[in-house]
């Protein structure tokens, strides 16, 4: 049996794929656009090119993997490695990702949600070691959330728990393609945040990004706030502000729930840092539980985006484990 593994983070605009030696020091990555509008065929054959072009590089072969784990955004499941549902995918439902990647690379291959990904790679590794109850919450294409409570990580019943991007915000606001309306993650993640931006220009009012993007509005990134946000952009700070008091209304709910001693916030946009998070931690200050607020920290990912990639490592290995055990 090989001892390397790999870790896959599959998100809504890149695929992440990392090779770790067996005591998960990183020996190879590499990334491609997922582009995730041409549904799952085309996604999981992107995941397959990707992985096999890295091994080619590196001079493995599929023999030298002991197993393979991957993050998969939305819900999963686990046990039958279907990913079921996911809300920023297009054409994309009961997708047997487990048996296509087994039946095309011939790696044992274990999948869980991209945020407890995450959150494995943050606990085992990074800002969350040696902690006992941890929340994690993910800010990329869309909002993902898990937990590690009193040492264990929770699933729920159908491996959901932790899906705070659907917690109910508004009665009536955004769609959603979970069926509901107003869910957190319509507005908090990369998509929410353009989405709140672009609407206030479609008001008439005008941010320098417009001069930026000649007024392209589907050209504007999250890079690109943060930056106008630096430069002191009025409808930039707005946005930021409203976008972080939201997600300090949303972690409300879920720090009574979860009663974490730690907070991390990882994925893509946690970039934004204090720009956006200074607004939620005033929130917190204000509309937090007193005492266990105060018995909790709220940190960035120290692992970056590669948090993903070496927690689905982690987990892969822990399965695979466990069938040997």
Known sequence: MGTYYIGVDLGGTNIKVSVFHENFRKVGEKRTPTEVKYGSEHVLKRIYNTITELLEEMKLTAEDIRCMGMGVP???????????????????????????????LGIPTFIDNDARVNLYG????????????VLM????????????????????????AGEIGHINMY????????????????????????????????????????DWVKDDLEAVTADMLSKAYDEGDPLVIETMQETGELLGYGLCAVFSLYNPEIIIVGGGMSNMGDRLLQYTKDVLDSHALRIPYGACTIVTAVLGDAAGMLGAAVYAKEQMDKIHS
């Open 74 to 104: 939305g819900i999963l499941d686990i046990k039958n490695g279907i990913s079921r549902f996911s809300p920023n995918f297009p054409k994309w439902e009961e997708v047997p990702i487990v048996a296509w990647m087994e039946n095309h």
């Open 122 to 133: 943050e606990w085992r590794f990074g800002a969350g070691k040696n902690r006992r109850n």
């Open 137 to 160: 919450i993910t800010l990329g294409t869309g909002l993902g959330g898990a937990a590690v409570v009193d040492g264990r990580v929770i699933y729920g019943a159908t491996g959901s």
């Open 171 to 210: 009665r009536q606001g955004r769609e959603c393609r979970c069926g509901s309306s107003g869910c957190l993650g319509r507005y908090v993640s990369a998509l929410g945040i353009l989405r709140t931006f672009r609407e206030k220009v479609q008001e008439g009012r005008r941010s320098i990004i417009c």
